[in-house]
């Protein structure tokens, strides 16, 4: 354990504490000046593709096909605000986690636990459709809520017994073999009185 640094403490205080003491003042200028630009880079390319998405995807498909550019510069601007306020309310929401790099986890896997799932559906299932994928995502995103709420205390008493008995690390696999079992299993034909249904 370093000398000063509390024992209770979380681990992500251990690099900051060697920037500070086990740095020359120079260079620990040097690796803090990296770490911000890293991250501005990172936020930046962030939102700008998220107000992107919220442009393309959702404002120009279903409520104005032919924005202008004036119009269209308007939506990227409030929804690079927007993102940009979700983003800071997270974070703020995350100070009180015990490691950021754990909460980061467990965060990625209920979000997107399910996306490589239904890409590999969609890869290695020849004649997957719609409605197959539809029915992985479904199953999927059952599996994942049953992990993330069940280890709650806010699940029921009586429903002990059905609780996941998994780290939280292992929800995007789950996720994604759910999604992908589920979806091969609805693409598989029925027969109905000897006749293959498409």
């Known amino acids: 354990m370093p000398p000063g640094l509390d024992p209770h403490a979380t681990p992500d205080r251990v690099f900051p504490l060697f920037i500070v003491r086990g740095l020359p003042a120079g260079v620990a200028g040097l690796v803090v000046a990296g770490i911000f630009a890293a991250a501005q880079s990172t936020l930046s390319s962030s939102l700008n593709g998220s107000a992107t998405l919220l442009l393309?995807?959702?404002?120009?498909?279903?409520?104005?096909?032919k924005a202008g550019?004036?119009?269209?510069?308007?939506?990227?601007?409030l929804g690079t605000l927007l993102m940009g306020v979700l983003g800071t309310g997270t974070a703020l929401a995350m100070t009180r986690v015990?490691?950021?790099?754990d909460a980061w986890w467990e965060l990625a896997g209920i979000f997107s636990g399910g996306m490589l799932g239904l890409f590999l559906l969609g890869?290695?299932?020849r004649g997957a459709r719609g409605r197959d994928a539809a029915v992985g995502v479904?199953?999927?995103v059952a599996v994942i809520?049953?992990?993330?709420?069940?280890?709650?205390?806010r699940w029921p008493a009586s429903l002990a017994a059905l609780r996941s008995p998994c780290h939280p690390f292992l929800i995007p696999l789950a996720g994604t073999l759910a999604i992908l079992a589920l979806g091969s299993l609805a693409r598989r034909p029925l027969r109905r009185d000897g006749v293959q249904l498409p």
């Open 56 to 65: 393309r995807d959702v404002y120009q498909r279903y409520f104005r096909p």
């Open 69 to 77: 550019q004036r119009e269209s510069m308007v939506v990227l601007y």
């Open 98 to 101: 015990r490691t950021a790099l």
């Open 123 to 125: 890869y290695l299932v």
């Open 138 to 140: 479904i199953g999927g």
């Open 145 to 153: 809520a049953w992990m993330t709420l069940s280890p709650s205390p």
